[in-house]
Antibody, heavy 121, light 107 residues
């Protein structure tokens, strides 16, 4: 079975940095586009970024461009999101997500359980 | 960005009743429309992709229809386990935007 397990969330001060990680198993990780989707408490999901199979293509929502970096390590079956310049608007559950067969233009067919990032002083 | 608007924002129906949720895109997205179910305290779960295709393992009481700008998710006979918030999402353009959600409650 596909399994996506996020880690690295926590409390961080405004302006701070944090890296969240995702360990993937149960499928051929290197064959799929992957995404990060976040959801602020009580709000709907917001797609944040995605990355193609070899890491050569990356796309971001405008609100995180220049602050967040998505990356992957196919040897470790892992996905990462490095976040800098965090504000309270970045407070959310961050979900690791596998994109469907059409890659960057696809739906999310599997989600992790999420890791909570709280930005507060 | 493509804006996705869902209606209603919430609804309450009895077990066995039919439920219809609509989603409208701010421009034509063909059939690039997906539906997710999010049960309380859980991650979203894919129900329908490509506007009409049922994800493997999803009960057949769920169905999707529409194309262009107007789409519908239908639950043919509401069950207690369908208590959840439902989101539409377009995968036509980047960023892949979601609707604001429809909360389904059981009477």
């Amino acid at each position: 079975d596909v399994r996506l397990v996020e880690s690295g969330g926590g409390l961080v001060q405004p302006g701070g940095s944090l890296r969240v990680s995702c360990a993937a198993s149960g499928f051929t990780f290197r064959s799929f586009w992957m995404s990060w989707v976040r959801q602020a408490p009580g709000k709907g999901p917001e797609w944040v970024a995605n990355i193609n199979q070899d890491g050569g293509e990356k796309y971001y929502v405008d609100s995180v461009k220049g602050r967040f970096t998505i990356s992957r390590d196919n040897a470790k079956n892992s996905l990462y999101l490095q976040m800098h310049g965090l504000t309270d608007e970045d407070t959310a559950f961050y979900y690791c997500a596998r994109d469907g067969p059409f890659g960057g233009s696809s739906w999310v067919d599997h989600w992790g359980q999420g890791t909570l990032v709280t930005v507060s002083s | 960005d493509i804006q996705m608007t869902q209606s209603p924002s919430s609804l309450s129906r009895s077990v066995g009743e039919r439920v219809t949720i609509t989603c409208r895109a701010s421009l034509s997205i063909g059939s690039s429309l997906n539906w997710y179910q999010q049960r309380p305290g859980k991650a979203p779960n894919l129900l329908i992709y490509g506007a009409t295709s049922l994800q493997r393992g999803v009960p057949s009481r769920f169905s999707g229809s529409g194309s262009g700008t107007d789409f519908t998710l239908t639950i043919s006979s509401l069950q207690p386990e369908d208590l959840a918030t439902y989101y539409c999402q377009q995968s036509y353009g980047t960023p892949r935007t979601f609707g604001q959600g429809t909360k389904v409650e059981i009477k």
